[in-house]
């Protein structure tokens, strides 16, 4: 009852920032990501007799009372679609380094759900994986596929339609994802408490959420028209909106620092200059830079060039979960 998966980190180009249903982990809207190839997390699941509880080595060491909870909580998920009452030994190896500012929840819990399934000998389909991806972490639904990948909000009440579904392959768009760190502490405010806060307090959320649906449809069609300069005017749209709803809640949150702004900045200006760029910025500080193949060079200079950017990852769409062993 062993198993070892693979799955890749994702950014959202429409933004995830709330849940309709907190238990379920049901997304208030849609949202639509890009997989990236480079950027990863392989975990590998046992159930095992004569455990007391569930391990977690994350990276190499003992997880902390939070993360194993967490890992614990997802694992009784599993244990029950599969009728199952064994304790498991849980390894995971992210490939980027730990307090990089890139850690993700999409890779660990894609991986994770592939792993675990696998391991408790379920045989689930990519939606169905997708759908048990969801409950640890929503954007983990998407990592299941590869490419460009969208969420969909789903209708029924138990969550059995809230999945995501594969736009284009990796292989469809020739893009580059230059990801700028512009700060390695760890977030101060995690996503699942920050969308808590924001559906209550914010006064747009209402229009936030009614606003994404605009920005799904306008994103889907981009990208089946493959309009590069459309794709990434939605997405600072969608990204923007994102961080103004979170800074309207009360007291307001606030991911940026000086040099995000600077970032976007300088993206914007070389946009004006006439090169094809645009960024998007998740829960935290970090800058992601979009361009086509061809500017990958001249954007990682110009990016570099910025005082306070620590670091820069060049990664390009990637593959969905696959399961290494069994
Ligand atoms: O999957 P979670 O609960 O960590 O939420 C992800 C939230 C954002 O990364 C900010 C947006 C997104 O759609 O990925």
């Not at 030994?89 to 675990?116: I, K, R, Y």
């Not at 405010?189 to 747009?204: K, L």
């Not at 959320?205 to 990208?223: H, K, P, T, V």
């Not at 193949?293 to 820069?312: Q, R």
């Amino acid at each position: 009852m062993k198993a070892k998966a693979i799955a890749h980190s994702n950014i959202a180009l429409v933004k995830y920032w709330g849940k309709k249903d907190p238990k379920l982990n049901l997304p208030a809207a849609g949202s639509i990501s890009v997989t990236l190839r480079d950027i990863y997390t392989i975990s590998s699941v046992e159930f095992k007799d004569k455990l007391e509880k569930d391990n977690l080595i994350l990276n190499g060491k003992p997880a902390d009372t939070l993360k194993v909870n967490r890992m614990t909580s997802f694992m009784n998920i599993i244990r029950e679609q599969a009728g199952i009452d064994l304790k498991a030994e849980v390894v995971s190896d992210n490939n980027f380094p730990t307090g990089a500012g890139l850690a993700s929840s999409a890779s660990a819990f894609a991986s994770l759900a592939l792993a675990g399934s696998r391991a408790a000998n379920l045989s689930l389909s990519n939606s169905a994986l997708s759908e048990l991806a969801r409950k640890g972490s929503g954007s983990a639904a998407r990592s299941i596929f590869g490419g460009f990948v969208e969420m969909q909000v789903g209708e029924k009440s138990d969550g059995s339609d809230a999945t995501a579904i594969q736009l284009v392959d990796e292989n469809y768009w020739n893009m580059k994802i230059i990801i700028a760190i512009t700060s390695e502490e760890s977030k101060a405010i995690g996503s699942t408490e920050g969308m808590n806060h924001t559906a209550n307090t914010s006064p747009f959320y209402s229009q936030w959420i009614y606003s994404s649906q605009i920005d799904l449809d306008d994103m889907r069609s981009a990208i089946f028209d493959r309009n590069f300069s459309k794709v990434g005017e939605i997405a600072e749209f969608s990204c923007l909106k994102m961080h103004a709803v979170a800074m309207s809640a009360n007291p307001g949150i606030i991911y940026w620092n000086s040099i995000t702004v600077k970032c976007i900045e300088r993206i914007r200006k070389l946009r004006q200059s006439g090169i094809p760029v645009f960024f998007t910025i998740d829960a935290g500080p970090q800058v992601k830079a979009i361009c086509l193949a061809e500017a990958e060079n001249l954007i990682t200079s110009e990016l570099k060039e910025i005082e306070g950017v620590k670091k820069i990852f060049i990664t390009s769409p990637g593959s969905g979960a696959a399961l290494l062993e069994e």
